[in-house]
């Protein structure tokens, strides 16, 4: 029997869930998504698909409580942040604290625990039915992403954590872990990248019960299983729940809203068979395959959104798998053919593509950088010799006994002496062998192969002697240049690409692009494979390839356009590519009868009106009646692919200047539109093709299911490519090739400020001898420099002399984040706040920088000068009055 709240072919509990999906509230909405999200997976795939939580067992006591309450709750906070676990314990287990008890800012105990408190606390509050996705800005498990606490978001998931929720900004807690690259939050992100496997560990626990006890547990979970809902219960929900998610994702112009909902029709439609998705198209509602369509188009022209790209082919790729003939003429008549088909250009000339699933990057211990030397082309080596590293732009070159290595922070390349075309490469952690005829072998992939390569790569790289420059080679296109090693040629034909060449190995190609996170291989069959890392290697193939240029988030990015790209080709080449060489008849006709309407203008341009068959006109105007009577014969789109437009304007236009108001032709189009209906949709047919063309901003932005432009093109960002006129001379760094997005309302004067910080060589680029600071500390010679403190944060005191280069610039510069002084703590670069340089901030706002709680910590300021200090000002941030310093000492070293 079917409970009274699960009758979805009520006529009450759909038409209640619609209208909340469709209110005002966004955090009602929200709410209503997630409640939409869970029934569809209990109806759908039963109670054992849902995590294990115990989160509704008790309600939260917020009303009725007073300020003895509040002030309990506050004392709580101060013991989580003080990681009191007793203090914890005592107060909920005496009954004074409600365990999901929310503050003022919606923050439950649990949320500040993930945050602040230890993981006893949290696995304590779990076991005593906290609710692990409460909470009103983001969940428990976005702190624990945000704080980078592994630990804290191993048990979370344990307990039945929604990894997929998402905070008031739209960001899940992986995304959150991914904002900082620390080793806390880079554990986190392995962690949230197989969420799986952490919530399934509640069976590995359970394994570990005695056989009786796994038995009684068995007959009870028999003894309280629930059969699925029956067939026609699941078929009423999806039927009336599809509907309503097209409709929300069409009405909101909130991007979290229309994001989850985009989702929801995905998993809605997946869980279809196809009686019921054939039943919502043709029986439930008309219109109902158009919207769909519709939504699909909508986020297709949304540019630079990868996700819902990717989100929006898998529903076309269940749509055409359940039903290809039916939604294949749908996605016809709205011309997404054409949007797939770009998508899928991008691996037109690709043969293969080999990418794996991003895998935690490890913290970067300190790596010794040999001594660079200038990356003039005069100062180039000719060869390539053992015992020394070489550079390529970010790239090393090294040669060993019997290889040569190429590397970078995510790929690394071995190449044999003595090979016919073969090598070696590592990306993502696996190594491969590529041969010449293009057949990668990933075989030998193991532990073993792995810990070979990585070893004969250390053993050369420490036989060069500490101290030996860093030599680089072929940093300019040079066609006459080559370098032999081995039975490899290194040449630089284009400045950006490196390519490597077999003296055996015929046609064969390899290139290596300055940004691109792997190569590109051309075999000598002329088959031509791209290979793209999606995280980096590791510690020991760190160049400094990542930090250059935001390249660490770009090769990502660009990886998951390939994937995008994969999918997009899958589509065009299994369904898309022959169904688009079978137009539809009724496009046929009217295409044919714009051809004649003209024909028959040119006809009359040319003074031929004699010659016009007024038969076949008068065939063509009907077919052209017929076209637009039908509103579902064909869509807007059809229409503006049908070439109407343009012929009716020529055929219009010929008429209007013949001047004879009673000829053939116009007696024909008055004949037939004389009925003032074909007259009214023929015109509202022809401005829906010019919207749909021009895409003017026809509507109000924020109406009910108003045009996706409007106003919203302010937020628009506009594209430049930037080019350097005229040489720099050396002064300015030539950022040709780049790309800018800017604002629309962004002013010139904004943008040559921004080009020029850009472009222009900043005081602290060059070399430190070229400081004017430093050159005021030799000019002073023995007497020295004097700073005469006046007030807290003067103008008069060291730091701001570092900062604008001895005061010869106006704007000052954080001289830690610039180079020209060293900070550091003891807690290195995983403080829990700020970064080591933000102690020398001297914004309004002190910036929240401490260490860990720990009588021995200490920072350490390298001002690179001989100083006598006499005065100096220390700040802490407001609002941490626990955490700021009571006593402290300060200590001067030379």
């Known amino acids: 029997m079917i409970p009274e709240f699960l009758n979805f072919s009520s006529d009450q509990v759909i038409p209640a869930l619609k209208n909340a999906l469709l209110g005002k509230d966004e955090r009602c909405v929200m709410d209503s998504l997630r409640l939409a999200d869970l029934l569809l997976v209990l109806v759908c795939e039963g109670r054992r ?82 609710d692990v996705n409460k909470g009103q800005r983001s969940s428990s498990l976005h702190y624990a992403a945000c704080f980078g606490r592994p630990e804290i978001a191993k048990i979370l998931l344990r307990h039945g954590a929604n990894p997929d929720l998402r905070d008031e900004e739209g960001k899940t807690a992986l995304d959150k872990a991914r904002e900082r690259s620390d080793d806390g939050h880079r554990e986190v992100g392995a962690v949230l990248e197989s969420p799986g496997d952490y919530m399934a560990s509640i069976a590995g626990e359970q394994s570990n019960q005695t056989q009786s006890e796994k038995d009684a547990d068995k007959t009870a979970e028999d003894g309280d299983e629930e059969p699925l809902p029956d067939q026609q219960l699941k078929r009423n929900l999806l039927e009336r729940l599809l509907p309503v998610f097209c409709e929300m994702f069409q009405k909101t112009l909130v991007s979290g809203v229309r994001r989850s909902s985009l989702n929801l029709m995905r998993k809605t439609v997946h869980y279809m068979d196809t009686n019921t998705l054939a039943s919502v198209s043709c029986d439930v509602d008309e219109d109902f395959a158009e919207k769909l369509v519709g939504v699909l188009g909508a986020v297709l022209d949304q540019e630079d959104d990868i996700d819902g790209h990717s989100t929006v082919l898998a529903v076309m790729k269940d749509l055409l798998q359940k039903d290809a003939e039916f939604w294949l003429e749908q996605l016809a008549r ?75 922070d995510a790929c690394a390349l071995e190449f044999s002496d003595g090979s016919n075309g073969w090598f070696r490469f590592l990306i993502d952690g696996r190594l491969s062998t590529m041969y010449s005829s293009g057949s990668p072998e990933t075989g030998s992939d193991n532990s073993d192969t792995r810990a070979e390569f990585l070893e004969k790569l250390q053993r050369a790289r420490v036989s060069v002697r500490t101290g030996t420059p860093l030599y680089s080679v072929l940093s300019v296109a040079a066609p006459d240049r080559k370098i032999a ?55 020991e193939f760190v160049t400094g390839w990542t930090a250059r240029g935001g390249r660490r988030l770009r090769f990502k990015v660009e990886a998951q356009k390939q994937k995008l790209a994969d999918l997009a080709r899958e589509l065009w080449d299994g369904y898309l590519k022959e169904a688009r060489g079978r137009p539809r008849e009724a496009l046929i006709r009217l295409k044919q009868a714009a051809a004649v309407l003209k024909k028959v203008g040119d006809q009359m341009v040319k003074a031929d009106a004699d010659d016009v068959d007024n038969d076949e006109l008068y065939t063509a105007l009907q077919t052209v009646k017929a076209s637009v009577m039908d509103e579902r014969l064909l869509s807007t789109f059809e229409l503006a692919s049908s070439g109407l437009a343009p012929a009716l304007l020529s055929l219009l236009t010929a008429v209007n200047k013949s001047g004879e108001k009673d000829s053939a032709v116009s007696r024909l189009l008055r004949l037939t539109f004389a009925d003032n209906k074909a007259l009214s949709l023929l015109i509202r047919k022809l401005v829906a093709v010019l919207e749909s063309i021009e895409k003017f901003p026809q509507y109000l932005y924020d109406a009910p299911g108003g045009s996706a432009f409007g106003l919203q093109l302010l937020s628009r960002r506009i594209r430049f490519k930037l080019e350097q006129g005229t040489s720099g001379k050396g002064q300015m760094l030539d950022r040709t090739g780049r790309t800018l997005k800017t604002e629309p309302l962004a002013t010139v004067g904004q943008l040559k400020s921004h080009l020029l910080r850009m472009v222009a060589k900043q005081w602290y680029d060059y070399e430190r001898d070229s400081y004017d600071f430093i050159r005021q500390a030799k000019d002073a010679g023995d007497k020295g420099l004097v700073f005469k403190y006046q007030s807290d944060f003067d103008d008069q005191g060291i730091i701001y002399w570092l900062g604008t280069n001895g005061r010869m610039t106006s704007e000052w510069t954080n001289p830690a984040s610039v180079g020209v002084c060293h900070v550091s703590s003891s807690d290195g670069r995983n403080q829990p706040y700020g970064r080591p340089e933000d102690i020398l901030s001297r914004d309004t706002n002190a910036v929240n920088c401490h260490t860990h709680d720990d009588k021995n910590a200490w920072f350490t300021i390298d001002l690179g000068l001989l100083v006598t200090p006499n005065a100096y000002t220390l700040r802490h941030a407001r609002g941490y009055g626990r955490s700021a310093l009571r006593n402290w000492q300060l200590q001067v070293m030379i």
């Open 49 to 130: 698909a849902l995590p294990k939580s115990s989160a509704a067992a008790v309600p939260s006591r917020v009303r009725g409580l007073g300020d003895g309450y509040d002030r309990t709750h506050r004392h709580l906070i101060d013991s989580i942040r003080q990681r009191d676990t007793d203090a914890l314990i005592e107060a909920i287990e005496s009954g004074n604290v409600e365990v999901n008890f929310t503050d003022d800012v919606g923050q439950t105990l649990l949320n500040w625990a993930s945050a602040f408190g230890t993981p006893e606390m949290v696995t304590y509050l779990c076991e005593k039915a906290a």
């Open 485 to 539: 090693v081995g039975n490899w040629v290194l040449e630089c034909l284009v400045d950006s690409d490196l390519i490597i060449t077999n003296s055996e190995g015929n046609t064969q190609k390899l290139t290596i692009g300055e940004d691109l996170p792997g190569f590109h291989f051309e075999s000598n069959r002329q088959t031509r494979h791209v290979f793209v890392a999606e995280s980096t290697l590791g510690p």
């Open 334 to 408: 709205l011309g997404l053919f054409e949007k797939v088909e770009a998508l899928a250009q991008v691996t037109k000339d690709t043969a293969a593509v080999v990418t794996t699933t991003v895998v935690a990057e490890p913290d970067s211990p300190p790596v010794e950088i040999p001594r660079q030397t200038s990356a003039d082309p005069a100062n180039d080596s000719l060869s390539i010799e053992p015992d020394a590293i070489y550079r390529w732009r970010d790239w090393r070159v090294l040669k060993s006994r019997d290889s040569l290595f190429v590397w970078c």
